[in-house]
């Protein structure tokens, strides 16, 4: 499962930036959570995993970037910057390469992730 939060320094952990937004990987068999670092430095607003890479993770924030993440590395794989704040986002049904989001003031757009 993934959880979208703030991030907060661990114990003994030097501060991260003041807006840090990640997500947690937490494993349901063992209770344990674990980070994918800074993703965003505003809200995460949407999250999708890819149904046929299930290893990659989609989001999309406020902060005007959609990105695609490795979660297991946390690693991002490609960063797009729009315009607009970023409400939501969905991977192309049939195209693996190909996911959607939307934004503000009635926006949509389209990328493909062979061409960044």
């Known amino acids: 499962a993934l959880e979208s939060s703030q991030r907060r320094p661990g114990a ?4 991260p930036p ?4 990640t997500l947690h990987k937490i494993n349901w068999l063992t209770r344990c959570k674990g980070s994918m670092g800074s993703l965003h430095s505003g809200p ?3 999250c999708a ?3 046929k890479e299930t290893q990659v993770v989609l989001t999309c924030s406020l ?7 490795n979660i297991m590395s946390g690693n991002c794989v490609v960063s797009f910057t729009v315009p607009d704040p ?17 934004a503000a003031q009635n926006s949509l757009y389209v990328f493909d992730v062979r061409q960044p």
């Open 44 to 46: 995460i607003m949407g």
């Open 49 to 51: 995993i890819e149904p």
């Open 86 to 102: 970023l409400w939501s986002c969905a991977w192309h049904p049939s195209d693996s390469n190909v996911f959607f989001c939307g």
């Open 63 to 69: 902060d005007k970037t959609a990105r695609v993440s």
């Open 18 to 21: 003041p807006s840090a937004y």
């Open 12 to 15: 003994g952990a030097a501060a």
